[in-house]
């Protein structure tokens, strides 16, 4: 199993940015496509972005131009640069590999988009 951990998350304005980061323990990471997936209230878990283990990336068209995903293997870290954050960005945010592994999800880092 791999242990995932989140972070970087908090309140921003609309507009505003923020960079999350997911570090991973307890496997070898750079043989995994990573992708970071999001959960607001009420709503089913989604995949926004994605990277391949050879740094191929999509995103899902709701965020496609203002998210970036990246991955720094030799830290075993995976990122996420947010940019033109909108209200309904605001949601717990999660990495996991694509496909997503069940046992592996985190904890998640709560983002907020509020005036």
């Known amino acids: 199993q791999v242990h995932l951990v989140e972070s970087g998350g908090g309140l921003v304005q609309p507009g505003g940015s923020l960079r999350l980061s997911c570090a991973a323990s307890g496997t070898i990471f750079s043989i995994y496509a990573m992708g970071w997936y999001r959960q607001a209230p009420g709503k089913q878990r989604e995949r926004v972005a994605s990277i391949s283990v050879g740094g191929f990336t999509n995103y899902a068209d709701s965020v496609k131009g203002r998210f970036t995903i990246s991955r720094d293997n030799a830290k075993n870290t995976v990122y996420l640069q947010m940019n033109s954050l909108k209200p309904e960005d605001t949601a717990v945010y999660y990495c996991?590999?694509?496909?997503?592994?069940?046992?592996?999800w985190g904890q998640g880092t709560q983002v907020t988009v509020s005036s």
């Open positions: 996991n590999t694509v496909p997503s592994s069940p046992n592996d």
